[in-house]
């Protein structure tokens, strides 16, 4: 149930009251002040202050009783979250209600991401890569020619994106998801997160404390001294020199 945050780049971490004590995955801010945090048994929690308190909206509706590993915010109203057993939940009012429709989607979900208000992808276990054009309300499988676990997904347009996964995979794609191919990379292990500031600088991140970097769009990567050997499941660069 732990929720850090930080006000000065990340020098000092302070813990707030989550109000939960089941395990949370995924975090996304419309703002500084508004944002969801989602995990365990289909938590979702909600805060309109920066986190000085959380709510939890999971009790309020039924979201789903499977765990959720990441959400995302298209807008302030619109909102999808992904998780285990081919969940996907959405809500169109800002988070106060959630509908989780079935699908014939069995493979557990990891990591989710919209460029725009109708295009997105999620990616998961045995490879699954799935891809919306309409704000989702139908997803359609695509072939990743990869049948381990993917934990996470980036785009940079509606054309080129990265996923990322077991055993070192780095998938890339320039006709929106249509056919992926495998990077060479120096690592072999999972990885979890990916992302990109532009066409040519990105991050991917795994374990065990692994980084790797590119400047030519992953033609070739290069490890970075993480000083972990922590897992680790995220990475976000607000440009060039500062990261997390």
Known sequence: GNIVTTNDGGITWNLQ????TNSLYGVFMVSPKEGWVVGEYGTVLYTKNGGEKWELR??????TANDLEDVQFINEQRGFAVGRRGTITQTFDGGRT???????IW??????????????WAVGETGTILHTTDGGKTWLPQRSGFGMPLHGVY?????????????????HTLDGGNT???QVNPAWQILYGVYFLNSKEGWV???PGVILHT?????SWERQNSNTFNELYGVFFVDSDHGW
């Open 17 to 20: 009251k989550s109000g939960t």
């Open 155 to 171: 785009f940079k347009d509606s054309q080129e994106g990265w996923a990322v996964g077991y055993l070192g995979t780095i998938l």
């Open 205 to 207: 991140v795994g374990w």
């Open 215 to 219: 400047n030519n769009g992953g033609l």
């Open 107 to 120: 493979a557990s979900l990891n990591s989710l991401y919209f460029i725009n208000d109708n295009e997105g």
């Open 180 to 182: 992926w191919s495998e």
């Open 58 to 63: 999971s009790g309020q509706t039924d979201v």
């Open 98 to 104: 959630w509908v989780t429709p079935k699908t014939d």
